[in-house]
């Protein structure tokens, strides 16, 4: 069965530092996520993306995150300057289509900020 | 953000014996997914219910979309030891986002 891939799995980065985070979807969805889960803590969604643009955002996707779909395949998130609260799990998520389709998620990927 | 709230938070039970949990909100959701996340795993997809009043089951597991839209539970029958991990509800309201619930724990008791 076709699945969300994520790398690397762990990301170790001093803070300010910049990091991107990688994620290759289900080759036919059309629908991209990123979400974050502290330690501990629950799912918390980032951002949407859609026909190459950012489709909804939360407010804890500020000024220091983006994403960017640059080749078809791959699906990215940056982080500019990195703080110690940036750590955490970082999922991809990708789904087929609006309709009547759920998220598939990847195994994440683990952050630290030192 | 929107707050699902799920309860109980954790659940201590003994193999065999069945398992209910929910998942409430004060707002009305269009979708309402189930989730079971291993430790250092994402989230995997156990049951999605798109119509309220829905009830699908999924094995031993059997979920229901609230008539009120604002509630879901899950039911998991005879429990085992591999169904041990923390259980979250999602709902999507209109739009692209989706909110996770606050989790449930289930430990299973050999």
């Known amino acids: 069965e076709p699945e969300v891939t994520q790398t690397p799995s762990h990301q170790v980065t001093q803070m300010g530092q910049e990091v991107i985070l990688r994620c290759v979807p289900i080759?036919?969805?059309?629908?991209f996520y990123w979400y974050r889960q502290i330690l501990g803590q629950k799912v918390e969604f980032l951002v949407s993306?859609?026909?190459?643009?950012?489709?909804?955002k939360s407010e804890i996707f500020d000024d220091q995150f983006s994403v960017e779909r640059p080749d078809g395949s791959n699906f990215t998130l940056k982080i500019r300057s990195t703080k110690l609260e940036d750590s955490a799990m970082y999922f991809c998520?990708?789904?087929?289509?609006?309709?009547?389709?759920?998220?598939?998620f990847g195994d994440g990927t683990r952050l630290s900020i030192l | 953000g929107q707050q699902l709230n799920q309860s109980p938070q954790s659940m201590f039970i003994q193999e065999g014996e069945d398992v209910s949990m929910n998942c409430t909100s004060s707002?009305?959701?269009?979708?309402w997914l189930w989730y079971k996340q291993d430790p250092g795993e994402g989230p995997v997809l156990l049951i999605a219910?798109?119509?309220?009043?829905e009830l699908t089951s999924n094995g031993r597991l059997t979920a229901q979309f609230g008539i009120t839209r604002k509630d879901s539970f899950l039911n998991i029958s005879a429990s085992i030891p591999s169904d041990v991990g923390i259980y979250f509800c999602?709902?999507?309201?209109?739009?692209?986002?989706?909110?996770f619930g606050t989790g449930t724990s289930l430990t299973v008791i050999p």
């Open positions: 999602a709902g999507q309201l209109t739009g692209n986002q989706f909110y």
């Open positions: 219910l798109y119509k309220a009043g």
């Open positions: 080759s036919n969805h059309l629908y």
């Open positions: 998520a990708s789904r087929r289509d609006s309709l009547r389709q759920p998220q598939h």
């Open positions: 707002s009305i959701f269009n979708t």
């Open positions: 993306f859609y026909n190459n643009e950012i489709s909804e």
